[in-house]
């Protein structure tokens, strides 16, 4: 494949150019509508159930979303998630009758405490894409207390361990996806892990364009600042894309950061679960309508699912199930 030519985000004569003449490229939104961790009992706007998620993904679509990442809840636990590659092919599907040509990322870290074959199952679910960490998960995390009449309730959890990884397993993972024609979406916490960037693009087990989505404010990531996302930026390998998912309060400032520079952005109740302080998302589409609104005032388009998928290298076919 001709690897797409990316424009030089740290070229500031280019950036000037393409600012004045509000000719940055078009702002693919991703939607991460659910997440791994928290469920109806931290917001109870959150889609855990395939319809709600279906349904929440179309409107998401239909307010500017080009991109849905997805995590699929355990129908026995609807408080955590599964990697059981029957019920996300499922998920998979249902979205594609709804969403034609939304570009489909499943997670490979749906939940925590899942075993490396749990983790990967997901890619037999035929995603479009799949998100490929970049490094052990070091977390500690408090979890509400489940309370019903939600189902399956269950006490308060303090979260505190960590997901191993190493450079092997994580060029396995890369190697699983290429071979089944998945593009990795490399999930880059802090600068320490452009080495295993390196290292992927030496191995030729990821092919260019590459995508990094950079997590900011996650409790082992860099700190969510202005400079610290700048600092990521200029230290990109060629022929690469970012884009940006700030966690909790830092996802609209990280957000509207990522317009600006050139980027791209990914929103949604699986990073944050309120719209300001103290009001609660009433859905995931409220998200992207609010980013929408930024970068229309920013002179930003807002880029349609076809225009993604040339971005980003994927087929312009989107995929069936």
């Not at 395939?50 to 990442?69: F, N, R, W």
């Not at 022929?239 to 957000?255: I, K, R």
Request: hydrophobic share 35%; aromatic share 8%.
């Amino acid at each position: 494949m001709k690897t797409k030519e990316i424009w030089d985000y740290r070229n500031p004569y280019e950036w000037m150019q393409k600012t004045a003449s509000s000719s940055l490229p078009p702002l693919i939104i991703c939607t991460a509508i659910t997440g791994g961790v928290q469920g109806k009992e931290a917001n109870p706007n959150l889609p855990e159930t395939i319809e709600e998620q279906v349904e929440q993904t179309y409107a998401c679509y239909k307010a500017g979303a080009a991109m849905v990442h997805t995590h699929t809840r355990d129908p026995e636990s609807m408080g955590d998630c599964t990697g059981d590659p029957a019920r996300i092919r499922k998920l998979n599907a249902m979205i594609r009758e709804r969403c034609p040509d939304i570009i489909i990322n499943n997670s490979t870290s749906a939940a925590y405490g899942m075993s490396i074959e749990d983790r990967v199952a997901c890619l037999d679910a035929n995603p479009e894409s799949a998100s490929l960490n970049l490094g052990p998960d070091m977390y500690k995390l408090a979890i509400k207390e489940r309370k019903a009449p939600l189902p399956h309730p269950r006490a308060a959890q303090d979260l505190d361990a960590c997901t191993k990884a190493t450079y092997h397993e994580i060029a396995a993972f890369a190697k699983m996806m290429k071979e089944r024609g998945i593009r990795p979406e490399m999930e880059l916490y802090h600068p320490g892990q452009y080495w295993v960037v390196r290292d992927l693009i030496d191995q030729g087990v990821i092919d260019a364009p590459f995508h990094i989505q950079y997590v900011l404010g996650y409790v082992t990531s860099s700190f969510p600042t202005p400079a610290n996302l700048i600092s990521l930026v200029n230290e990109l390998p060629p022929h690469t894309d970012f884009s940006v998912a700030g966690l909790g309060p830092y996802q609209l400032p990280m957000t509207t950061m990522s317009i600006i520079l050139g980027g791209h952005v990914r929103v949604g109740m699986e990073d944050n679960v309120y719209y300001g302080r103290g009001r609660l998302l009433e859905s995931n589409a409220e998200a992207v309508e609010r980013t929408v609104r930024i970068a229309t005032e920013l002179n930003r388009a807002v880029a349609t699912p076809a225009q993604a998928r040339e971005m980003l290298g994927f087929s312009m076919t989107p995929s069936s199930y």
